[in-house]
């Protein structure tokens, strides 16, 4: 296979050094620790349709990001699509709400299964912000307890120390378990009576360089009630797995609920719409933060997310993303395994995490995927990835002879792996 | 290098062990380096204990001609107590003395060689405009940059309140900092949250953070290049463990709050 080249990218690139921090900033840029080395790796997209995305020179990618995680039907779906242009036709940004943000606060609260009201707004930072806020409001306390290398956003609040930006007391109220440990939030709750207003974690351990880790028996149960007990507001953070693994939230897949559930990524397929779903006894605390932008009553993105949920059910999403990852995912291992390469697998199968386990810096794993990448399959180095249900198996086998053929050319660049298998 | 348990909150606590262990260390490397220093120290003999109240402690060692630092042990030639950090600091920026306690005997060659050595020191490490554009200046003083910066996280990361939260981050293992052209490489030990830079390697580095030439590192260490942009362009490769490198750099961006 020929690897791809990248030489408009690369211009573009330059264009937006000039004008433009880091050039692309964030999770997309290049300096962000997922695109290694960043010469394997397209810079901009073109345009994008169903599993594929086109770069700006032409190569075509299936894309394994799925845009971080909106893209959960394929890009561009027509029925979103759809849906989105017939409600663009009649007003997006408008001085008062639609009847769209209705119609999707009524289907979300008759979907999500710990939901008995949604508020909107753009991000998911927006939603776990607002989560954290609301939960002072109901209990009158400060203090949030948050996982270890757990992510909620790019608010001041859910960095840490030395972080470029933050002051100290920006994140002086955070307290910190560890993923999994009950022991540790028990030893919390006792250092802190009363003061703790919430325990804000993903639905799974999703770390980034590690093995993604899913809850102990009975851990979700045991947090749900220590925060009964102890009147702390149990937030869960779903926008990266949120309608992935269940439609009813991810609260209902591991058998609980939570108090508060945020929403966004495949919400709306990819249009700009966030959500917070809450139980009853905290929706008079939600209205009393103001808290509002822009774009948040935007009916575009409320028009797409109806027709985003709607689909979802009628294709039994979180099913036919089960079943897709699970043949992509023992695909790769079986692959690596037929080279020697012990490829590690981890977190839920719809959104898996992987890595090479026989080198613990994990050099050979980002050569590999650079070999991925320049031919035509787009992964990153260590976060998770996204299967979307536009994926085919034709797709799927596609992936797999790439695959092989960069542990090839990973092989060739390491004589020492050349003797084994 | 011990952390001296009082020093660790302190700003002057933390600037001191810079000085010492990341400024003043460079005398190691000046010597073998900088043809005027290596005369400078031809035939002499001197163990110099630096002995701060409530801060670090080091001992410079003069032989063989060569300049070697180490954590103090056994006689020393030369004492130079020094009262507090902020005392020893101020002596670093020659606005203050230090007190010795022994080797009165041998004060000429603290107030002659000595001194002219961390003049040569200076000389390396503030440069002008002009001197920059002469290569092997140029060469000398960036190895200095690279030495320091590493051994200043180290002393950051061990010291400062902020710094020791970032260093518990570091994941275990060995940061490589290398230049590919002038075959300069230096090491960041973590280990349960406290760091150690070193120029030989413990174990097989974790993570790798590659510059390809002594003008791309010179660039990046005084702050004179976007160091996004080297990155994509490769200038500066990383590989390996990023997370090492990514909190790393948290440490690095208070560096100069503390040279």
Not at chain 1, 228 to 251: E, Q
Not at chain 1, 291 to 302: C, H, K, L, M
Not at chain 2, 145 to 168: H, K, Q, S
Request: charged residues 20%.
């Amino acid at each position: 296979m020929e690897p791809n080249k990248y030489t408009n990218s690369r211009l573009l690139f330059e264009r937006a050094m000039k004008v433009i921090p880091a050039g692309v900033y964030g999770h997309l840029g290049p300096v962000e620790g997922s695109m290694i080395p960043p010469s394997a790796f397209p810079f901009f997209a073109r345009e994008a349709k169903g599993a594929y995305f086109w770069d700006v020179d032409g190569n075509r990618f299936i894309d394994y990001m799925c845009a971080y995680g909106p893209n959960i039907l394929g890009y561009r779906d027509d029925d979103v699509d759809q849906a989105a242009r017939a409600q663009g036709e009649l007003g997006d940004c408008v001085t008062l709400p639609s009847v769209k943000m209705v119609e999707f606060a009524e289907l979300l609260v008759d979907t999500v299964h710990s939901a008995d009201w949604a508020f909107f707004a753009k991000n998911g930072g927006d939603v776990t912000s607002f989560a954290l806020m609301i939960a002072r409001a109901a209990t009158g306390r400060n203090k949030a307890v948050l996982v270890n290398k757990g992510y909620h956003g790019v608010a001041a609040w859910t960095k840490l120390a030395g972080n470029s930006g933050i002051a100290p007391e920006e994140i002086a109220n955070n307290l910190y378990v560890d993923w999994n440990n009950i022991g540790q939030l028990e030893a919390l709750i006792s250092a802190y009576p009363g003061q703790i207003a919430c325990f804000i974690a993903s639905p799974y351990f999703q770390g980034n360089f590690v093995d993604n880790q899913l809850p102990e028996q009975e851990y979700w149960q045991k947090v749900r009630s220590l925060c009964t007990r102890h009147g702390i507001v149990l937030i869960i953070d779903d926008v990266r797995c949120g309608f992935r693994l269940d439609l009813a939230g991810s609260d209902h897949h591991y058998g609980f609920e939570a108090d508060l559930i945020c929403f966004c990524k495949a919400l709306a397929n990819g249009y700009n719409v966030s959500a917070l779903c809450g139980k009853d006894e905290l929706k008079s605390a939600a209205s009393s933060v103001f808290y509002t932008g822009s774009y948040w009553f935007s009916a575009v993105p409320f028009a797409a997310g109806i027709a985003t949920l709607n689909k979802l059910k009628a294709i039994q999403a979180p099913q036919r993303l089960q079943e897709l990852g699970s043949k992509l995912t023992s695909g790769l291992a079986g692959v690596a395994a037929g080279h020697g390469i012990d490829l590690r697998i981890s977190g839920e199968l719809p959104m898996w995490y992987m890595r090479i386990a026989n080198d613990p810096s994990q050099v050979l794993h980002q050569e590999w995927i650079a070999a991925c990448v320049q031919r035509g399959v787009f992964f990153t180095n260590h976060h998770n990835h996204f299967i979307n249900a536009a994926l085919t198996e034709e797709d799927i086998a596609f992936t797999l002879e790439v695959a092989d053929d960069a542990f090839r050319a990973v092989k060739k660049m390491h004589p020492e792996l050349e003797g084994v298998s | 290098m011990p952390v001296i348990e009082s020093a660790k909150a302190s700003v002057h606590g933390t600037k001191a062990a810079v000085n010492l262990y990341a400024v003043l260390r460079n005398l190691e490397e000046l010597c073998r380096l900088d043809p005027a220093s290596i005369a400078l120290i031809q035939g002499k003999r001197n163990t110099i204990r630096f002995k701060i109240r409530g801060g670090p402690a080091a001992d410079l060692i003069i032989a063989g001609g060569d300049v070697t630092m180490q954590e103090p042990a056994g006689a020393s030639s030369i004492v130079l107590y020094f009262r507090s950090p902020e005392h020893f600091n101020k002596m670093i920026e020659g606005k203050s003395n230090p007190i010795p306690l022994r080797g009165l005997s041998r004060l000429g060659f603290l107030t002659t060689d000595f001194t002219k050595l961390t003049q040569r020191l200076e000389y390396y490490l503030k440069p002008d405009g002009g001197l920059l554009k002469d290569a092997d200046y140029f060469a000398i003083h960036t190895r200095l940059l690279l030495n320091t910066a590493a051994y200043a996280v180290a002393c950051i990361g061990n010291y400062d309140e902020i710094g020791r939260r970032i260093a518990a981050r570091i994941p275990d293992g060995v940061i490589s900092i290398s230049i590919e052209e002038s075959g300069q490489q230096v090491f960041l030990h973590a280990m349960k949250g406290r760091l150690q830079a070193m120029k030989s390697a413990p174990a097989v580095p974790s993570a790798y953070m590659v510059f390809d030439t002594v003008q791309s590192a010179n660039d990046v260490l005084s702050e004179k290049a976007d160091v996004h942009e080297l990155i994509v362009t490769e200038r500066l490769k990383l590989k390996g463990m990023l997370p090492m490198i990514q909190h790393m750099n948290d440490i690095l961006a208070k560096v100069p709050q503390f040279v």
